[in-house]
């Protein structure tokens, strides 16, 4: 299988997934999505196997990099600065309060599992690169 | 970085698509190679040279040099 056919099967496959995905939550189904999206990833992870031209290569890899670490920055000032204005509404509207509290905790996660991650890689990764 | 890439690929008349498979990268890979706008490892640099039969250090120009 190509490159081409691979990227028309997945976005048909995406776009199925996310149909009834959504048509599911609408009914209060959550058992059935979750079978949706085990299968459509276990579908893909076959078709991926199948590909023989390269889907990414180190180029893509170092793209992936900066755009990842930019969107945790992003990500983080906007859940920041979010954070501070429900903070300073909780007096008007008490229900800003877990949300700001959810979004401070979310922040955290966020950044502690960048670091942890980093912190692997940094360490290891020179020792487990794959060989090519 | 300046590179002898596409020069020697028009030499032996070998598409972009044809290199990419050889040194296992995508065709966008070697366009941006060609165009001197990305710097590559040292891994795909010695694959690439492989492919075109030379050296690295034939291959690439740097700008000390």
């Known amino acids: 299988m190509n490159l081409k056919k691979y990227d028309k099967i997945r976005l048909g496959i995406v776009f199925i997934t996310a149909f009834i995905f959504s048509q599911c939550l609408v009914l209060h189904n959550f058992f059935i999505p ?99 | 970085m300046k590179n002898n890439i596409k020069d020697l690929r028009t030499k032996f008349g070998i598409t972009q698509e044809e290199l990419a498979q050889k040194a296992g990268v995508r065709r966008e890979t070697i366009i941006f190679l060609e165009q001197s706008k990305y710097n590559p490892s040292l891994k795909l640099a010695h694959d690439v040279a492989l492919s075109l039969k030379t050296t690295i250090d034939k291959l690439f120009v740097f700008n000390d040099e």
């Open chain 1, 34 to 132: 979750i079978m949706v999206l085990g299968l459509s990833s276990l579908i893909l992870f076959y078709l991926r196997k199948k590909v023989v031209d390269v889907i990414a290569d180190e180029r893509d890899y170092q793209i992936g990099g900066k755009s990842a670490l930019l969107a945790i920055q992003i990500t983080s000032w906007v859940g920041v600065i979010v954070m501070f204005v429900l903070y300073v509404l909780s007096d008007k509207n008490s229900f800003y309060e877990p949300i700001a509290m959810t979004l401070a905790f979310f922040i955290c996660l966020l950044m502690l599992t960048y670091s942890v991650i980093f912190k692997y890689y940094s360490k290891y990764s020179s020792r487990n690169e794959k060989q090519h």
